[in-house]
């Protein structure tokens, strides 16, 4: 397996503008993560998914963010409007059945 | 509410030296806790993963204990490299019905000097 990819490594995008990122969890795994890393807060989890389903998503900042699970091989978290304080390094990871967890390589977003 | 906690911060050691990383959390209640390695603008590798039910695990040059009752978690590096040298993060899974929360440490940012 490839691995968790994330989609895109880099964003650039201006304040305002409607910003998504992508994640291809490893097949198989039944629970979906995503975080966000800054140098103030570390990794602070967003929101997780265990069979597509939405569980906790107390850790949205706001309502500008929100997260989508259609099937078993695919998310997205969506920000809009975008920003500056959003930038950050945007994690997804999954795991099997609360086992270990895997992490992609992130998407660095910039909000100018 | 889970809090962890990853001491020291940062730490410097000559080439060859063993180290001990140290992880605390508040909530013995946990699923497992598992170890990372993240290399400056990369991605989070997994390194070792202890159930609650063991007390450590071995991979390596690594060995990661686990005492529940204390809050206690230790990653032991043997024979230090330079290629070691990376950010290592302590995280715990929270436990309890359909909670299943992976909450981090801050990390500790590790450089070997050759």
């Known amino acids: 397996d490839a691995g968790v990819i994330q989609s895109p490594r880099h964003e650039v995008t201006e304040m305002g503008q409607e910003v998504t990122l992508r994640c291809k969890p490893i097949s198989g795994h039944d629970y979906l993560f995503w975080y966000r890393q800054t140098m103030m807060r570390g990794l602070e989890l967003l929101i997780y998914f265990n069979n597509n389903v939405p569980i906790d ?9 929100s997260a989508k699970m259609p099937n078993a091989s695919f998310s997205t978290l969506k920000i809009q409007p975008s920003e500056p304080r959003d930038s950050a390094v945007y994690f ?8 270990e967890a895997f992490f992609g390589q992130g998407t660095r977003l910039t909000v100018v | 509410k889970q809090e962890v906690t990853q001491i020291p911060a940062a730490l410097s050691v000559p080439e060859g030296e063993n180290l001990v990383l140290n992880c605390s959390f508040t909530d013995s209640a946990i699923y497992n806790l598992q170890w990372f390695r993240q290399d400056p603008g990369k991605g989070l590798t997994s390194l070792l993963l202890i159930q609650s039910s063991q007390r450590e695990q071995t991979s390596g040059r690594l060995n990661a204990s686990l005492d529940k009752s204390s809050g206690r978690s230790t990653l032991y590096i043997a024979a230090s490299q330079p290629g070691d040298s990376a950010t290592y ?6 436990s309890g019905g359909s909670n299943y929360k992976l909450t981090f440490g801050k990390g500790t940012l590790l450089t070997v000097n050759p």
Request: glycine letters at 4%; a neutral charge.
């Open chain 1, 57 to 65: 998503d107390s850790g949205m900042p706001e309502d500008r963010f």
């Open chain 2, 89 to 94: 993060l302590c995280a715990v899974f929270v």
């Open chain 1, 92 to 99: 997804c990871a999954s795991s099997y059945r609360r086992t």
